[in-house]
């Protein structure tokens, strides 16, 4: 399937012996929400004992971790509550729609070509549920920028990765790296009343779902360098430290890219001060919009049994720059 580009595709296509979950086809009642949340939101094991990275049970309560808390909601049925025309054009300002579909594109086929390598079927399944996830988020994109009159610019064609494993894992560990900062992203948009509560609540499934996914991609890093002889571990964590330096080097702006057009697209990759204000509409300085990162990082992922691992990197290098921030003097 090499240099194959897909223009659409389903994840069973690459992992065929991957079920997709069969989603109601009716509206779902507001108690099946509510509880789908929670069970979204909450999963503890009822297996004794501490989960060794990459031990066997490691394995199985991660990948059961993962299938337990699958959040069944439908994008058809979501609603898109009407807005005023303020609302609207805060909205459809906002610098960020090209490349959240985009996003959500590539990292669905990126991370069912990576799935589809997995010899283990709990890992695979679990990995080409995440894939089937970040379809259902472009989906949720697609109808919400549909809704509100939202102009694209034309998606490239997807290209199957020729390295993988590569793909994979600037995928993971850029969602990693996106989703804390959404996290508090989300926070402050919601604080605000900038927008409708109706509206916050159709993306508050897809936030906590990314975290979710994290969760997955923490758990299945760690198992996998325990999967890896000292000769292939070696060369992983090179590739690894290559990965991050790509992507800080994608994050100071220098990433470009085209469109289907040709045309070169400028990504907003440093989107999340310019971000915190466009959502809101109190002054938020950088330490604040930090520490409140931190603390919907932690409040999303404190529903999941400690034995499984967190991700690390984003929370420890915000702990450490904000060692050097000053808090705001209050004005007086
Ligand atoms: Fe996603
Ligand atoms: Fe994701």
Redesign the pocket.
Known sequence: MNEQTLESFHVEQLIPDFAAPVLAQLSQDRTAIEAAEVNTRQWMSDAEGTFTPGSEIHLRETCRMFRETFNPYRPAVLDWPELDPQARERIVSLPIWDIAVQTEGK?RLRMAAYAATIANPDMRNALAL?AW??SRHKDVLSRLVAAYGIALASEAPYAFPKDVEWAYLVTGFS?CIDSFFAFGLFEVARRSKLFPPELIDTFEPVMQ??CR?ILLFANWLAWHRVQLSWRKRIAFELKVAAVWLFLGWERIGLARSLDADGNEQKQDNNFTVSGAQAVSDVDIDVRELMLLCLAENDRRFSGYDVRLLRPQTMPALVRFALRFMRARKACT
């Open positions: 990292a995440n996830e970040e969602e779902e990314e996914h």
